[in-house]
C-alpha cells in the first residue's frame, strides 16, 4: 500500500519524476536528487516500509538480493574506485525519507566529497 504523502511512494507511482536506475517487481533504483558523489543513487522497495525496523524478512531480503546487480551497473556506469552502501534509520541517525532506502555511494578518491 502506497503511504500517504511519502515522497519514495510518490516517485513510485510517477507522480514525482526520477531517474531510473534499475527497476523490478520488487524495487526500485533511482539517482538521489542531491549527489553527494556522481552516481549516487538510492534503492527502494515497492512496498511502503518505514525503516529496518519496520521491515519484514521477506522485503529486506528481496531489497538486499538485488543490490549486487545495482552495485555492478553502477561500477560499469561511472567506473568508481570504490563504493559505500548506507542505511539510515530515525531523525538522530540522519533518515529524512521515512520509507526503507539504501544508498549507493560510489567512491572516486580522497577527494570525492564524501567522508
Ligand atoms: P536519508 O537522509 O533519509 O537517508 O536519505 C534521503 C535521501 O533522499 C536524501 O539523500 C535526499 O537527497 C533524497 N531525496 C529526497 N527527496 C528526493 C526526491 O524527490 N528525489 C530524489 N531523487 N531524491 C530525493
Ligand atoms: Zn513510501
Redesign the pocket.
Known sequence: MPHEDC??C??LNGE?P??KVYEDDYVYA?????Q?TKG?T?VIPKTHTKNIYETPPEVASSLFARIPTIANAIKKTYQPIGMNL???NEKPA?????HL?I?IIPRYGDNDGFS
Not at 30 to 34: A, V
Not at 94 to 98: A, G, I, K, L, M
Request: proline share 0%; hydrophobic share 50%.
Open positions: 515522497i519514495f510518490k516517485i514525482i526520477s531517474a533511482f539517482l538521489d536528487i542531491s553527494v549516487h538510492l548506507l542505511n539510515n540522519d533518515q529524512s525519507v521515512f532506502h544508498h
